[in-house]
């Protein structure tokens, strides 16, 4: 079994940052990937960003290049996502995710293990 869990969300005003972190505990895998992933009320999930085992390769959605940094520290199993610049479109539960892949994927059904998510609100 894995354990991934999600901190750091909350409510901040538009134009404002939060950084999420998601801590993995028990069973984990080397060389695998981590993404992180949102879903807000009555839509999809949505890819936000993913990060190789070495972190040399990054992947963001369109919609957060530029805004969203996606980092990891192995020794301490451990993924942060630095939101800034938010808008209220961003709104929404962020969740991680574990894919024992070692090539960076977009699709949700890819990823293994999940975190119970942690919510971002966005709004003034």
């Known amino acids: 079994q894995v354990q991934l869990v999600e901190s750091g969300g909350g409510l901040v005003q538009p134009g404002g940052s939060l950084r999420l972190s998601c801590a993995a505990s028990g069973r984990t895998f080397s060389g695998y990937v981590m993404g992180w992933f949102r879903q807000a009320p009555g839509k999809e999930r949505e890819f936000v960003a993913a990060i190789s085992w070495t972190g040399i390769t990054t992947a963001y959605t369109n919609s957060v290049k530029g805004r969203f940094t996606i980092s990891r520290d192995t020794a301490e199993n451990t993924v942060h996502l630095q939101l800034d610049s938010l808008k209220p479109e961003d709104t929404a539960v962020y969740y991680c995710?574990?894919?024992?892949?070692?090539?960076?994927?977009?699709?949700?059904?890819?990823?293994?293990?999940w975190g119970q998510g942690t919510q971002v609100t966005v709004a003034s």
């Open positions: 995710a574990l894919d024992r892949s070692r090539v960076v994927r977009r699709n949700p059904d890819a990823y293994e293990y």
